[in-house]
């Protein structure tokens, strides 16, 4: 066997935005070749070269590595089919987010666990910001339990998936911006909380209001944390530097805050902090960046695999 042999991979709903962007950057890849991608109504498309074919007819054993960019809700039946071929796979809908079968992806936290695993699922685009903003602050006791953490996100309009619907045509999104799942509704806030608890310590209270940006790809994110402390701008940067010091996929900014513009077609979360002036109790700002189908989608999958076959972990990937 050749052990420098490219890793042969499989895209499920490879005709979906965040399909194309798995096969975008496995086309990239120094060590990955693509065994095949499918799709549902573009079976037939080409995509990076690769003829998509129906699920049905996807050669699942000829790949090592499974990406499931299905929808939710449908994902979960292929995945375990993959499983039960012995396929090690990455889920990347919600499917298994919170199941027990599953290793959650957030690779900067759940690295060890994701090296062995079987089966990964993939965080959210939302939560993925929001955790790595949160966690190293929650990890510290610095969260005051007894006050709501508020996140006020906005996505671009990929975050939507790109089968048609009405509210998202052009007509509808262009030179307009809207909220949606207002009132703490969102599927990601299940997610969000139940990793804020297990991985950072924190079981208050989450407050997530997303909204739609037009722009195509990526999401901010600012975040309202009320703190058990004061701590100034120094301080906080200080925090979140120590957290990521060694880490290549997460952008600490000093004196500055993110803009989509410092992550978009990057593996990267981007953060910059405030103290928040003017208040009684102490709290702090935390502006968090993403491309949702980078760092928030297949780019982060595409570095759990390479986690799970011990290459290196930025293999393939602009961070
Ligand atoms: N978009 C994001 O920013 C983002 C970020 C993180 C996670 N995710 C998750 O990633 C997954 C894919 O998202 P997306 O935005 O790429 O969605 P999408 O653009 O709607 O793509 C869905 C893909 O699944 C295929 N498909 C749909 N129904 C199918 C069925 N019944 N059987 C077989 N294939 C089917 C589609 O094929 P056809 O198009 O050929 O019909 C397409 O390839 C979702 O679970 C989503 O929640 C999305």
Redesign the pocket.
């Known amino acids: 066997m050749n052990i420098n042999a490219p890793v042969p991979v499989g895209v ?10 798995l096969l975008r950057l496995l086309a990239g890849h120094p060590r990955a070749s693509v065994a095949f991608g ?6 037939g ?1 080409r995509e990076q070269g690769v003829e ?1 074919l ?2 049905a007819d996807a050669p699942i054993a000829s790949a090592e590595v499974v990406f ?5 809700g ?2 979960a039946q ?1 995945v375990q089919e993959a499983r039960a071929l012995g396929k090690r796979t990455v889920d ?4 298994f987010r919170l199941s027990p079968e599953a290793v959650y992806g957030l690779t900067e936290v759940t690295r060890s666990r994701v090296a062995t695993a079987e089966l990964v699922a ?4 939302y939560p993925t910001a929001a955790l790595l903003a949160l966690l190293p602050l929650g990890r510290a006791g610095l969260i005051d339990p007894s006050r709501e953490v508020v996140i006020d996100a906005a ?1 671009g309009v ?6 048609l619907k009405r509210e998202l045509l052009f007509g509808e999104v262009a030179e307009d911006f809207r909220a949606y799942s207002v009132g703490n509704e969102h599927r990601h806030l299940p997610e969000l909380k139940a990793t804020l608890a297990r991985e950072g310590g924190f079981t208050g209270d989450l407050v997530f209001t997303p909204h739609l940006l037009p722009v195509r ?1 990526g999401i901010l994110e600012t975040i309202h944390v009320p703190l058990t402390r004061g701590l100034d701008r120094a301080a906080a940067e200080a925090i979140y530097e120590s957290a990521y010091a060694d880490e290549p996929c997460v952008a600490v900014l000093r004196g500055a805050w993110p803009s989509l513009k410092d992550v978009v077609y990057r593996n990267r979360v981007a953060l910059g902090v405030a103290a928040v002036a003017n208040v009684q109790r102490p709290r702090l700002t935390v502006i968090a960046a993403i491309d ?2 980078v760092k ?2 297949a780019g982060q999958a595409i570095q759990n695999m390479n986690v799970m076959l011990g290459l290196e972990e930025t293999a393939g990937l602009p961070c």
């Open positions: 499920l709903g490879a005709s979906g935005y965040v399909g194309k962007e499918t799709a549902e109504t573009a079976a498309e998509l129906r699920i499931s960019a299905l929808p939710h449908v994902s292929y990347l809908s919600a499917d993939n965080p959210g685009c996505s990929t975050g939507a998936g790109r089968s790809r949702n189908l928030g989608a």
